[in-house]
């Protein structure tokens, strides 16, 4: 599919292939692939920590991102909603955006965000550590990023404890259809197809397929 994205916008591409998006960015870097395809705030993460590379600010395609909750859920999506709506309007988007994709050096620490009062239960979130800096694994071995923060607000504003339950990609979307998750979110693309089997939030950030290339 990205394959197809990229020849859409750079017909007489040619395609060599890695086993992670950082392999593939280091092959830009050492002059072994002259740009890589991924999503953009994936490749801001890594240009952000590797001086020389950057992200060319015209994207191939735009996408935006979201959670997803089982379909007729509302009053979980309304919660996400409501949340990021609430970010936008008092900075601490902003401060969220800054903290997860700097300009230069490594994500920040995530903030300390937990209910109260955690007497409503527990708030399952099903994800994929592997989609830095929205979620990934850190020094310590703890899952955070933009979307385990965005995660922890909305726990807290039900009062309920996050738990968070790790998986491949490609199992998000079955495991929260089975009810073993209640919320799903890893840099999810809302697609028409996807929209069909989940209720997706509405999105908090815009991103899509952008290349990295040498300064």
Not at 7 to 29: C, E, G, H, T, W
Not at 140 to 149: K, L, N, S, Y
Request: with cysteine.
């Amino acid at each position: 599919v990205a394959d197809k994205l990229v020849l859409s916008k750079i017909p007489d591409a040619r395609f060599q292939y890695f086993n992670s998006v950082l392999d593939a960015a280091m092959a830009v870097k050492t002059g072994k692939a002259d740009a890589a395809a991924y999503d953009e705030p994936i490749l801001r993460n890594i240009a952000g920590k590797n001086p020389g590379l950057v992200v060319l600010p015209t994207p191939l395609t735009v996408d935006e991102y979201g959670f997803a909750v089982r379909l007729g859920d509302v009053t979980l999506k309304e919660a996400i909603d409501g949340i990021v709506e609430e970010a936008r309007a008092d900075g601490s988007y902003q401060q969220m955006l800054d903290r997860w994709l700097p300009k230069q050096g490594s994500p920040g620490a995530m903030p300390n965000i937990s209910a109260e009062d955690s007497s409503a239960g527990v708030l399952l979130l099903g994800t994929a550590p592997v989609t830095e800096p929205f979620s990934f694994v850190d020094g310590t071995q703890a899952v955070v990023g933009f979307d385990i923060e965005l995660a922890r607000r909305v726990a807290a504003r039900l009062h309920k404890r996050l738990q968070i339950v790790q998986m491949d990609f490609g199992a998000l979307i079955p495991a929260l259809i089975s009810g073993k998750v209640d919320l799903i979110g890893a840099c999810i693309t809302i697609t028409e197809e996807r929209k069909k089997a989940v209720l997706f939030s509405a999105p908090y950030y815009t991103g899509g397929i952008s290349a990295l290339v040498r300064q």
